[in-house]
């Protein structure tokens, strides 16, 4: 195989057909399940019916995320430069280390003072 070409040999067609016929299984396999379930759209497709695993949930919200600049831009920038732009994703992670440190605060004073929601909320609390 020559890896420098810039045609199609038959790997690659196999894989565009696999990812094509996938994605029209996976509509062709939703629209039967809507169609079983007679609901249509309600909170329940967007809550998924609150019976899914935190592993789940973080999936879709993860996915939900994910675009054309992340599979081509990023990539692209980490070959021109040579450093791995991604890093800039993990600053999820100290946004979920900052909520887990902030939420039992939160708790703490919807307990004490009544509701306290938002940041607004407390900042109003706090200052007036």
């Known amino acids: 195989m020559n890896w420098n070409s810039h045609e199609f040999i038959w790997l690659d067609w196999t894989i565009l057909a696999v990812g094509i016929v996938a994605v029209i299984w996976a509509v062709w396999r939703s629209v039967q399940k809507d169609k079983r379930s007679q609901q249509?759209?309600?909170?329940?497709?967007?809550?998924f019916g609150k019976g899914e695993p935190w592993y789940i949930i973080g999936a879709a919200?993860?996915?939900?995320?994910?675009?054309s600049e992340h599979l081509v831009g990023l990539a692209g920038t980490?070959?021109?430069s040579?450093?791995?732009?991604?890093?800039?994703?993990m600053?999820?992670?100290?946004?979920?280390?900052?909520?887990?440190?902030?939420?039992?605060?939160?708790?703490?004073?919807n307990n004490k003072m009544g509701k306290i929601i938002t940041m607004p909320d407390f900042l109003k609390y706090r200052y007036t």
């Not at 040579?82 to 994703?89: F, I, P, R, S, Y």
């Not at 280390?97 to 939420?103: A, D, K, S």
């Open 82 to 89: 040579g450093v791995g732009m991604a890093h800039w994703e």
């Open 78 to 80: 980490g070959a021109k």
């Open 91 to 109: 600053q999820g992670w100290m946004i979920l280390l900052l909520g887990w440190l902030f939420v039992p605060f939160y708790q703490l004073l």
């Open 61 to 67: 919200i993860f996915a939900a995320n994910i675009g």
């Open 40 to 47: 249509g759209a309600s909170s329940e497709d967007y809550l």
